[in-house]
C-alpha cells in the first residue's frame, strides 16, 4: 500500500513539472511571436515610409495647417530608433525617433538645423492610441492628453 501511494504521488509531481514547464514554455513563446508580429508590422507599415500630419491640435486649437507640404519620414537604422526627417520644398529638418520594445511609444526629436517654433509640439514622447495605417494617431505620453497628433502615411 505505501508503494502505491509513493508511485501515485512521483506520477503527480511529474505530471505538475511537465504541465508547468509546458505553461512556462507557452507563455515564452507567445511573448516572442508577438513581439515578431510587432516589429515586423512597425518595419512594414512605419519605417521608410512618407507621412504628411493629418491633424495636430493644441489644447484643442487646431493647427494642421502649420505642417502644410511637409513630408516626414522615420527611417529604419534599427527597429527601435533612428533618423527622422521632415521635408518641404527642398528645405529639411533633421532629427531622430525611438520607440520603445513594445511599440506603444514613440519619440520624437526634431534638432538640425535650429527648427522652426512650430515644430516643438511635435518634439514629445508619443503614445500609439491607434495604428491602422494609413493614419497613425498619437497623444502625448503622460498626463497631457490635451494634444493630438495624427499622421498619414501617403
Known sequence: MPAKAFRSRYI???????????????????????????????????????????????????????????????????????????IKNGNTITGTWACNEDFSKLTISLTLPSIPAEFVFLNRAWRFTKKDVPVMELAPWGNTPSYVLHMERL
Do not use: P
Not at 32 to 38: G, H, M, R, V
Not at 39 to 59: E, S
Open 12 to 86: 503527480i509531481a511529474i505530471l505538475f513539472a511537465v504541465l508547468l514547464l509546458a505553461t512556462t514554455g507557452c507563455k515564452k513563446a507567445k511573448e516572442q511571436i508577438t513581439e515578431d508580429i510587432l516589429t515586423q508590422y512597425f518595419r512594414t507599415n512605419i519605417l521608410n515610409r512618407d507621412f504628411h500630419v493629418k491633424l495636430a491640435t493644441d489644447n484643442g486649437t487646431d493647427i494642421t495647417t502649420q505642417y502644410d507640404g511637409y513630408i516626414f519620414r522615420l527611417y529604419n537604422e534599427n527597429d527601435f530608433y533612428g533618423s527622422m526627417t521632415g
